[in-house]
């Protein structure tokens, strides 16, 4: 069988990339199976999760039962600039960051393609549960994967045409059942590891001692106030608080209370009822469109998702230079900045950005 062409696929140890690779393989393509080693940190960081040595054990190991090349690429420094200064940047300003999407957008789909370009490969395959076409005017397209319990396009928003043309998703067409079925009849010794819950880096997934750790200057004491500004009690941080919080906010009113704004110059996390974390809207920027750009200069209606795992809601988008403004059709809750907002028509993801702030 003549070759499909050159693959380079970022296996992370897990099942997902596992398959995809042996998929690849058996599909006709020359594999190169890659780890990507992400975090270095200075004073004593180890690497965590899908970076981790166990990680990087389970790739190699899967490589080697199915008889293709594996590399580990060192890509703490680009992960670092990017990722984690972001990470570090967002908390300071009181923001709750998503540093899955930053790493699809400037490692695993940025640095990650580069190297593929500087090894003379013609393609970078991942295993994310979405689907890409090409229609045709030759234009890409990026749909959610066939599972809707393990759909990801909501982390992959920041993707254009130029990374479309170039990836390959080999279980965006399947369910995650599927995906393990193939594992054992590959015989790989992942086939029944468990997914990864937690934001990779993060051990135990403690994002506050985490942050405390590397950024010690987030630990400020602060105010926790009402909506009236009444102090109800005191923080430690607000990087450890995110609205629509409900537990472990330090504070008893006798009444089930959310966090509802965190004031970052301030240092002051302001707590209420659920009721006022109904949004009307929201505006975003950092808006990256698959098209190039959005499909109207003006207004229009599409489904947008304000979390991972949320339901999508019929909203008015208006586009504004980088930014946008969106309205719902019915009011949404826990619309909290520094996620992501994105933006779909049925399946298929049109786009998505960074929620600045919510609309009343």
């Given at each position: 069988m003549a070759s499909k062409g050159s693959v380079l696929v970022a296996m992370s140890g897990g099942v997902d990339s596992s398959v995809s690779a042996c998929l690849l393989l058996e599909q006709g393509y020359e594999v190169i199976g890659s780890h990507l080693r992400l975090l270095h940190l200075p004073g004593g960081g180890v690497d965590h999760g899908c970076c981790g040595p166990r990680a990087r054990e389970d790739a190699s190991t899967v490589a080697r039962i199915a008889g293709f090349p594996f590399e580990v690429v060192d890509m703490s420094e680009i992960f670092e600039e990017t990722v984690?200064?972001?990470?570090?940047?967002?908390?300071?300003?009181?923001?709750?960051?998503n540093p899955c999407v930053r790493c699809n957008e400037h490692v695993k789909f940025g640095a990650f393609l580069a190297r593929a370009d500087r090894l003379g490969v013609d393609f970078v395959a991942t295993g994310h549960y979405?689907?890409?076409?090409?229609?045709?005017?030759?234009?890409?397209?990026?749909?959610?994967?066939?599972?809707?319990?393990?759909?990801?396009?909501?982390?992959?928003?920041?993707?254009?045409?130029r990374e479309l043309a170039r990836s390959l998703f080999p279980v965006g067409g399947m369910t995650k059942t599927m995906t393990r079925r193939l594992a054992e009849?590959?015989?790989?010794?992942?086939?029944?590891?468990?997914?990864?819950?937690?934001?990779c880096f993060v051990p135990g997934g403690d994002h506050a001692a985490f942050l405390e750790e590397y950024v010690p200057?987030?630990?400020?004491?602060?105010?926790?106030?009402?909506?009236?500004?009444?102090?109800?009690g005191r923080h430690r941080g607000a990087h450890?608080?995110?609205?629509?919080?409900?537990?472990?906010?330090?504070?008893?009113?006798?009444?089930?209370?959310?966090?509802?704004?965190?004031?970052?110059?301030?240092?002051?996390?302001?707590?209420g009822p659920s009721e006022l974390l109904a949004r009307s809207g929201l505006e975003a920027d950092r808006m990256r469109w698959v098209a190039g750009e959005p499909p109207s200069d003006g207004p229009f209606e599409a489904e947008v998702r304000v979390r991972y795992r949320g339901e999508a809601v019929r909203s008015v988008v208006t586009p504004d230079g980088g930014l946008v403004r969106v309205r719902f059709s019915r009011p949404q809750r826990g619309v909290a900045p520094g996620q992501s907002v994105v933006v779909y028509r049925g399946d298929e993801l049109l786009g998505g950005g960074r929620i600045l702030r919510a609309l009343a």
């Open positions: 984690l200064s972001d990470f570090f940047d967002e908390h300071r300003a009181g923001r709750t960051p979405v689907r890409s076409w090409r229609d045709g005017d030759g234009s890409w397209h990026l749909g959610t994967g066939l599972d809707p319990t393990k759909d990801q396009s909501y982390m992959l928003h920041t993707l254009g045409q009849r590959f015989g790989l010794p992942v086939a029944d590891k468990p997914d990864s819950q937690d934001v200057a987030l630990i400020r004491e602060g105010e926790v106030v009402g909506v009236d500004g009444r102090v109800l450890r608080f995110t609205v629509g919080q409900r537990r472990g906010l330090g504070v008893s009113t006798g009444e089930r209370t959310y966090v509802v704004d965190i004031d970052a110059t301030a240092n002051r996390v302001v707590v």
